[in-house]
């Protein structure tokens, strides 16, 4: 430890012999040189090897991470974000479903092409579908001329469980399964179906009655 007979206040304005004098000012220089070294000393140095190491493994562990989980968040609230309207999609498969038919292909008696409206208690044996555009100005029944873009929502009728339907009943009533996107852009610019990826799709059920 070096011990300063003088402050430097006083090694600068003290009078000294020129003996004393010039001695002092070499230790004012000398010193100051030590403080100047001493303070790049400890910039240069930086962070050490195990801080640095720290750092990279914090950022591995805990925001890497959270990066993915702020990614899967936004995604799915986009998604969720263009929930159709129940109200509106409803009343639009309700008006759509009332006068949709199902062709039964050769089941006439003499082989004959069958139609069945949507009182036909037939009408459920085979899939009955319907797609929407995201924007739902577009709504039609599967087979119909409508563009894998447009196919945004996806909608299946089908009977609740344990439901039995009389043709003789004044009502029959349905369930629609709505899932979406059912149809998403693939990197190609083109549009694949989306239907085997459960953790992307939303689902809605909404029941229906429709009266004779």
């Known amino acids: 430890m070096i011990r300063v007979p003088y402050d430097m206040k006083t090694l600068e304005t003290k009078n000294f012999s020129t003996r004393e004098n010039t001695e002092g000012r070499r230790f004012c220089r000398s010193l100051r040189l030590h403080i100047s070294v001493s303070s790049l000393v400890k910039i240069k140095s930086g962070f050490t090897l195990l801080e640095t190491v720290l750092a990279l ?16 968040s936004y995604r799915n609230s986009e998604t969720e974000g263009n929930a159709p309207n129940a109200v509106e999609i409803k009343t639009l498969l309700e008006l759509e479903l009332g006068g949709a038919t199902i062709l039964d292909v050769g089941a ?6 069958l139609t069945y409206d949507v009182f036909h208690t037939s009408f459920l044996d085979s899939d009955v579908v319907f797609y929407a555009s995201s924007d739902l100005q577009e709504l039609a029944q599967d087979g119909t001329d409508m563009t894998e873009s447009e196919k945004y929502y996806k909608v299946t009728v089908a009977p609740p469980s344990d439901y039995t339907y009389d043709a ?5 009533v349905f369930l629609f399964n709505i899932i979406w996107p059912a149809y998403v852009e693939d990197s190609g610019g083109g ?6 990826n459960a953790e992307g799709l939303q689902q809605l059920i909404l029941p229906a009655v429709l009266r004779k």
């Open 108 to 113: 006439g008696p003499s082989g004959e092409d």
């Open 191 to 196: 549009y694949i179906n989306n239907e085997g």
């Open 57 to 72: 493994a914090v950022f591995a562990i805990i925001v890497v991470p959270a990066i993915g989980l702020v990614a899967l």
């Open 168 to 172: 003789d009943d004044a009502y029959r």
